[in-house]
């Protein structure tokens, strides 16, 4: 919202030393975020008007002159094409420094003296359309003459616009709390307090009838939609445009003048935050308002031009057959004021916050008036709003009268939902605090923001709480805390450190092992950490033939892409991969995070209910693939194996019949702790890298980080280091293909108590070994923690290991 | 005999200072010290001389034979220090030239990072650090926390709801966790959780409708505004590794009562004013206040015994701060030229 510094000075005197800037840090820091100020002569800087003393023809060019303009201080040289310039007129110059727009096209630029044909020129002078002012009737090559602005040579152009005001924008998010300051009154309520000076709202006279000549009637059918409807006819009505100083004004805070009963609806508004409407009155049937729900499929044209089939239920303000306004939104264009409307009829109303946001929602129709009644406006306002604009309406327009009493029906209700008058302890305030605050400061505080003490104790005050601040915004002891506080000024709270137990917090096995996951991959194995969504698309979970059913789905989805949350992180991981393999010769990823497992239960959805959340696990899930390297699952495995290891659980990984149709059949193992599975490692089944475009082969592993939280073991174990050496040998055999590596490994460790490490490091298949069968070599080693072993007591070790695996393992040495 | 022990100790120390390397040290230690050497053909001479000119004659040898093993000892140190000045030229690399093929190293995504340091302060302050249900209850992300159906916050929070389930959502902020973790540890508590929070709002360079936050929360008897800016400034001084400044004005969280926005002085500009911090010397750093009663009251608690500070902000907004990312949807989007980059 803006708000104009002039229109504030008129309820609030601001001394003169107080500047915009000060302004704006001030409300910052004590009511609500000032976005940015702006000048409104900004774009005049630099420029001043000039007076021309000579005109001289240029040497070097036929059209242009050379003038000689008293600046005020100085008399400068300009260059000046213009063709109607003449001696003793008045212009706009524009200094080096300032920014114009060339030829009044493109975009500003900065003037700097230069030279113009061999000729110094110190400025420019301008045309209107050079500095924005152009209306449409100039002459080509035309400078803007001034000479009706009877001010001296050298007075900024911005003054003699009379464009002295400046503009303050509010966030609206910051004062969706704030009804109050939805208009001028509350905002120089605000700096009042701040500044320590008092307000000077104009008294408004009671609404006199000077002739009952029109029957005003109201009937509110839908209370839900509005418990207060205020209402006026006038008459004797000329429409025309507002004096000077009205548009003026409005335009000030971006509302485009109308006529002068719409913008004296519209000031109202923006004085005091009360949403009004001007009806022509030969458009209500018998002068008879009724408020109440639409029905089905009805139609109206609204203001702004456009055709509505209205939602039904919606709040309507209609006579006998038609709808004349939607309640707190926007007018009808039938009904609305124009230049010949002699009688009309004004309504202020209160419209239920709730009911007015979502027929504005369900319109798509979010207006000046709408936002305002979200706010739950102050339900003793319409009556004064109504008020206010007769005053105005009678004193623009010489004539107008007052044709009806005002109407106000469910005026009885307003009290009802203000809040009560609150206790405020002075012994809760300083606990709240932090400090301690002398009694009568809390006491000028709240009273220079509009608050009444009731009565004053020795322990603290019983306070009224303002109309306008009462309807939701003030409701508890906490919150006269809050303004006390942010008025007394929260720089003025000296900082406190608790006093609070020394005891270590608990521990979260579950975000210390998502710790360690990361460091062991990113660490131990290079793998790079990424983030996918949680939410995935249709076009993937088809993709990957998943069954969207099976998936939570998104009730509103921002789009196509987002539609389902996620059961597994691979699909949307696998999206990512694909892209990436195009340019990338190897990618080793990894990610952390939830996947929603409706079927599961999850937390509870409330504190005994019973009922429960989908399940949101935390799973890491680890994605390898690199050019040339055919069987990926191996590295996929080792990554697995090693996080597991890092975490210190105890799992077995072995072939499963629990196949997700991505799992690639003869290579994929799932991982267990006892019985239960706990994540898999695979590789993507083939079939599903035509359809994600990879080119390459994928090996993955997913691992539930939750469900092995409970199984993690805290250290590593230690074994103590052997006195004796150990002795080295390497062994090479051929098995058949089908033996596993982890069975070979077995037999070798079973055969001989003495081997006390077995390491792979090559498997071969192809020239000199048989076919379906594969070449293993291992490096092993020998040791007893208790003496030194000989070479003959390796050998016969060695002999056993090797008798055992060509028993076991079929297997046959190779010397 | 005296003579000819002089001349040989003359001789040596010739010959030793005569070698010009190793190769030449080494055949004069042969030359003297060898078993056919020198000195042993003057020991044998020792033999013949009477018992009392033997025990004259065999300490002025020994002398002479220590004198020479000196002798050849320096001047062997010397010769091998030589050689090892002169590698400096003979072995001389490269040193500019990295490891071929070049090894990789791991990443860890930019948010752990961020998020990995202020768990760590977090933690050192004596909180707990948990996280939640990202799809969660409109009760524990609304309701509980005083922002009833009705109520105008609703309107600045683009809530994805679920669908069959009109009271289930993805939790719009981390503050879905306070009445439930009030619930479930009581009060005192000291607890931090940050976490994955969605918005339903249109992407842009600065608007995610997936991204991070950090809260903490604190609950127990007479806590102040004074205390919750104590805190604050604790945890800052604990990520930041120096005293930061910051200020409180009015924020508005139906949560909290009083509300605050804190900013902190600008670390670009150190609060002179730059374009970063729109020439104010502040950036807005998160939004905190006392826990509102309603919210104490949901959780069970006594709002005249108990009192609360709460504060959240944007964990995703303090990772492109601190490195300088200016894009927000890098975060997510896979990039490995990015995430290389950590």
Redesign the interface.
Known sequence: MHISLAWLREYVDIPKEVTPEQIQRDLTLHSFEIERITRQGEMFDRMVVGIIREVKPHANADKLRVCSVDAGENTLQIVCGGSNLAVGQRVALALSGSRVKWHGEGELITLTDTEIRGVKSEGMICAASEIGRATGQEAEKEIMDLSSLKVPAGTPLAEAFGMNDTFIEVDNKAITNRPDCWGHIGVARELGAILGRKMHVPETPEVEVNKKEIALHAKIEASDVCRRWVGVAMNNIKVGPSPEWMARRLESVGVRPINVIVDCTNYVMYEMGQPMHAFDARAIQDSRIIVRKSRVDEKCVTLDGVERTLPAGIGVIADKNHVLALAGIMGCKDSMVVEDTTQIIIEAAWFDPLVTRKAATALDLRTDASARFEKTLDPTMPSRAIARVVQLILELVPGSTVASPVVDEGSSWKKSMLTKPLELHMGFLRERMGVEIPMARVGSILQSLGFVLKKTKKTGFVVVVPSWRATKDISIEEDLIEEVARMYGYDQIPEQYPRMSIAPAPRNGEREAMMRVREALALGRAFTETQTYSFTSLETLQKMDLDPSAHVAVANPLSREQTHLRRSLLPNMLVQVSQELRSSERVMRFEIGKNFRAELQGEQTRLHSGEYLPQQHVFVTGVVAMRGDSVPFTAARDAAVHVLQTLGVDVTLRGTEQLTNWMHPGRSVSIRVGDVVVGEVSELHPRYMDRLGLRDRVGFFEIDITALVPHITAQSKYHPLSLYPSVKRDLAMVVPEHVHYEHVTRVMREADPLLTHVEGFDVYRGEHVQTHHKSLAFHLEFMDVTRTLTSAEVDAALARITEALARECDAAIRA | MQQDSEQLQKDAHRDITNAANLDAIAAVRLAYLGRKGKLAAAQQDLASLSPEERKAAGIAFNEVKSGIERALEHRERELQDAQWDSIKESERIDTTQPFFPAR??????P??LVQ?DL?EVA?SM????????????D??TFESLNIP??H??R??QDT?????H???C?RSHVSNMQV?LL?QYGA?L??AYPG?V?R????DASHE??FYQFEAL?V?K??????L???I??LLRGLFHKDIEV??????F?FV?????MDMSCLLCMGRGCAVCKRSGWVELLGCG?V??RVLKEAGLDPRQW?GIAFGMGLTRLVMMRYGIEDIRL??S???RF??QF
């Open positions: 990789e190293a791991g990443h860890l995504h948010n752990t990995r768990e933690a004596g909180f707990m650090v948990v996280d939640g249900p990202e799809l969660d209850t009760y524990y159906k009705t105008p916050a309107d600045a994805f709801y679920i669908e069959g009109p009271d289930w993805m439930r619930q005192p000291r607890v994955r969605f339903n709002e249109a992407t409708h997936t604190v127990d007479g806590l102040t505004i004074g205390h800016v104590g805190v400034k604790s200020r409180l004005r009015p924020g508005y139906p009562e009083p509300g605050f926005e006392l509102h009663p009192s975060l997510m896979g990039e490995e995430l290389k």
